[in-house]
């Protein structure tokens, strides 16, 4: 059973039982209607009859009385004080109808009760009332319910009728109302079907109603946009990654056959191959290093807890001899505090930014390191409140007097394998993975890293990392 179908079933028996609750309500509500205009005009008939059976045993002339009700419409008994049986019409019980005590009392102390019986397969209303005369004896007029019957059975013969029809017209409105509501499920699957490694630009369309479907849409299309971009970024990836090791594989590659084309080496040569191939692998391993690195830290896992002041200290002693050769001036001023990022994660990160300070560095300029503790208000907090309260982090910048950064190559900077193009006119060696790997790694302590060109000239970025508990 598919699900229009399941939900024009459902509008269906929603719509069927709350007009069968109306229905019985009204029905009832009706037939207490009729009833009760059914029990005035026999309160009417018994204070006629009351009143003339008053009138002629005062006169001592009840045979008239006998004669005037015998040609009325309605049903008559008179029973005595003692409920005995004095004189009715023909076709009437000559037995006193059976009643609850309580009842009895009421209609000695002068109530009207009202009864109903059934007679063969007809309801009939009974109504008894002490004769006002003072004898005692207990007037009783009885009817069939024969109007209200006939009333009440035509109300269901329409009511069955409407029913049916409602019931045809809500399966046929809630069939269309279902498709109506659907039809963009039938785009997103005929959409997904369609969507392959070779066109993942492939959109559902979005309908006019922005309802819960429509925003479904909407956030489908924007997962399919991640799935699209993250699908780019695997492919991109792969090539570049291809490309960085092709490099060192065609150097080795080239390196060995070489030297293997003549036979006659010498052991000179033989060790220059083999410094070759040695520099080859190392830059190999580096590569393989920092690809398992980057993968780690997009796993999303942290943990540790560094001081920032002692680490950029050891950082920065010990790539003193890559500083000392490009001849730059580091200045270090770093506030201390702890952050929840391992000592290593932490290293990596800082190396990592530092190595890029220098590389794009001009010859004796000059680099700036500062950390220190930033303070802000915390979310949703009042800025009329003195004591609110406030949220602290860690912002460790490193700037350099280099080149900068052009404003095309910002958006970009921190992709794997991306080299701006300030690095590849100088040729500035590298494999574009370093900054990819510094913000993984802030990232998965709760932070962030950013870049922006420093005024008046060079680079600026920015670790952005939350401080440790404790």
């Known amino acids: 059973m598919n699900l229009r179908l399941k939900l024009s079933l459902w509008y269906s028996l929603i719509l069927f039982v709350s007009l069968f609750a109306a229905g019985m309500a009204g029905y009832w509500r009706i037939k207490h209607v009729l009833l009760q205009q059914f029990d005035i005009e026999l309160t009417d008939e018994m204070f006629l009859v009351n009143a003339l059976y008053q009138d002629e045993k005062r006169e001592s002339d009840i045979e008239r009385f006998k004669e005037f009700v015998s040609q009325s419409d309605f049903h008559h008994v008179v029973f005595g004080k003692n409920r005995e049986y004095l004189f009715g019409s023909k076709d009437m019980s000559h037995t006193f109808p059976e009643m609850l005590p309580e009842d009895f009392r009421r209609l000695e102390a002068g109530a009207t009760l009202f009864l109903q019986k059934d007679i063969g397969d007809i309801p009939h209303r009974i109504i008894l009332q002490k004769a006002g005369d003072g004898s005692g004896d207990i007037i009783m007029l009885e009817e069939p319910l024969k109007r209200v019957d006939y009333v009440m059975v035509r109300l269901r013969a329409a009511a069955l009728v409407l029913l049916t029809l409602f019931l045809i017209l809500a399966m046929t409105g809630g069939w269309w109302m279902a498709g109506q509501a659907l039809s963009p499920i039938g785009d997103v699957v005929r959409t997904a079907t369609q969507i392959q490694e070779s066109n993942m630009s492939l959109r559902i369309p979005v309908p006019a109603a922005r309802d819960e479907v429509g925003r479904l849409i909407v956030t489908l299309n924007t997962m399919l946009d991640r799935?699209?971009?993250?699908?780019?970024?695997?492919?991109?990836?792969?090539?570049?990654?291809?490309?960085?090791?092709?490099?060192?594989?065609?150097?080795?590659?080239?390196?060995?056959?070489?030297?293997?084309?003549?036979?006659?080496?010498?052991?000179?040569?033989?060790?220059?191959?083999?410094?070759?191939?040695?520099?080859?692998?190392?830059?190999?391993?580096?590569?393989?290093?920092?690809?398992?690195?980057?993968?780690?830290?997009?796993?999303?896992?942290?943990?540790?807890?560094?001081?920032?002041?002692?680490?950029?200290?050891?950082?920065?002693?010990?790539?003193?001899?890559?500083?000392?050769?490009?001849?730059?001036?580091?200045?270090?001023?770093?506030?201390?505090?702890?952050?929840?990022?391992?000592?290593?994660?932490?290293?990596?990160?800082?190396?990592?930014?530092?190595?890029?300070?220098?590389?794009?560095?001009?010859?004796?300029?000059?680099?700036?390191?500062?950390?220190?503790?930033?303070?802000?208000?915390?979310?949703?907090?009042?800025?009329?409140?003195?004591?609110?309260?406030?949220?602290?982090?860690?912002?460790?910048?490193?700037?350099?007097?280099?080149?900068?950064?052009?404003?095309?190559?910002?958006?970009?900077?921190?992709?794997?394998?991306?080299?701006?193009?300030?690095?590849?006119?100088?040729?500035?060696?590298?494999?574009?993975?370093?900054l990819s790997i510094a913000r993984a790694l802030a990232r998965q302590a709760g932070g962030d890293l950013t870049a922006e060109t420093a005024a008046p000239r060079g680079s600026r970025f920015r670790l952005h990392l939350p401080l440790a508990d404790g």
């Open 227 to 434: 799935i699209e971009s993250a699908f780019d970024q695997i492919r991109r990836f792969t090539q570049d990654a291809a490309h960085e090791l092709r490099t060192p594989l065609s150097s080795i590659l080239s390196a060995v056959d070489v030297t293997l084309r003549r036979k006659d080496r010498t052991a000179g040569e033989y060790r220059e191959a083999l410094e070759a191939v040695r520099d080859e692998t190392v830059r190999l391993q580096k590569l393989s290093d920092d690809l398992l690195t980057l993968a780690r830290a997009e796993e999303g896992n942290s943990n540790g807890r560094t001081e920032v002041a002692g680490l950029c200290e050891s950082v920065l002693k010990d790539m003193s001899a890559q500083i000392s050769a490009k001849d730059v001036i580091c200045e270090l001023r770093v506030e201390k505090a702890y952050v929840p990022m391992s000592e290593d994660a932490l290293a990596r990160a800082v190396r990592n930014l530092l190595d890029n300070a220098v590389k794009f560095s001009t010859q004796s300029g000059r680099i700036q390191i500062i950390g220190r503790i930033s303070v802000s208000d915390a979310p949703g907090a009042d800025v009329s409140d003195i004591g609110r309260p406030v949220d602290q982090s860690y912002d460790l910048d490193v700037s350099d007097e280099g080149q900068g950064i052009p404003p095309e190559d910002i958006p970009h900077i921190f992709e794997r394998f991306y080299r701006g193009a300030n690095a590849r006119s100088a040729d500035i060696p590298g494999s574009g993975i370093g």
